[in-house]
T-cell receptor
């Protein structure tokens, strides 16, 4: 059973548009949700993260919106740039001192100039 | 500071061989993770160590996969015997708290 689900699998937007990447989860004990991005031929790296005490986290052009009741979150990338083209992974863990992350299968974002 | 170091970068094995992948975590990090990455399954946890103690062993990977932490600065992942379905990128990551820092990975091809 997949604990963290992402949609769509792939997304293409024009430069300057807003890209919206979706994530949902099953486990109610999850309380830390990072997004990692991975560029071709590189390894995943942390982009931005949120805890359920907040329903929004912003970092420049990247914003996470979180809906605890529906167990859903989304990553919005405003003014998308070709350099944002990457695979984006939503992940989760149950907090405390266990830092194991459960990852979704990723969304491949392509930003076309 | 050096990041997570993985060797080798590429490995080609014949079916049935034993292979050992190596990982050096970031100095001072207490937690070490082994993940397998494929296009179909994404990132799957193989093993999770804290201060050399095994915290979690990926259930589906127990029979042929064995990770060890020889000391706080060195870990290995042994796959024995290898099968073609093991072809994937194997990622090692370390952390001090919630943020995982990944190595460059080992791309394994099993013929």
């Amino acid at each position: 059973q997949q604990q963290v689900r992402q949609s769509p699998q792939s997304l293409t937007v024009w430069e300057g548009e807003t890209a919206i990447l979706n994530c949902s989860y099953e486990d109610s004990t999850f309380d830390y949700f990072p997004w990692y991005w991975q560029f071709p031929r590189e390894s995943p790296a942390l982009l931005i993260a949120i805890r359920p005490v907040s329903n929004k986290k912003e970092d420049g052009r990247f914003t996470i919106f979180f809906n605890k009741r529906e167990k859903k979150l989304s990553l919005h990338i405003t003014d998308s740039q070709p350099g944002d083209s990457a695979t984006y992974f939503c992940a989760a863990n149950s907090g405390g001192s266990n830092y194991k992350l459960t990852f979704g299968k990723g969304t491949l974002l392509t930003v076309t100039p | 500071d050096a990041g997570v170091t993985q060797t080798p970068r590429h490995e080609v094995a014949e079916k049935g061989q034993t292979i050992i992948l190596k990982c050096e975590p970031v100095s001072g990090h207490n937690d070490l993770f082994w993940y397998r990455q494929t296009k179909i399954q994404g990132l799957e946890l193989l093993s999770y160590f804290r201060s050399k103690s095994l915290m979690e062993d990926g259930g589906a990977f127990k029979d042929r996969f064995k990770a060890e932490m020889l000391n706080s600065s060195f870990s290995t992942l042994k796959i024995q015997p290898t099968e073609p379905k093991d072809s994937a990128v194997y990622l090692c990551a370390s952390s001090l708290r919630e943020t995982l820092y990944f190595g460059s990975g080992t791309r394994l091809t099993v013929l």
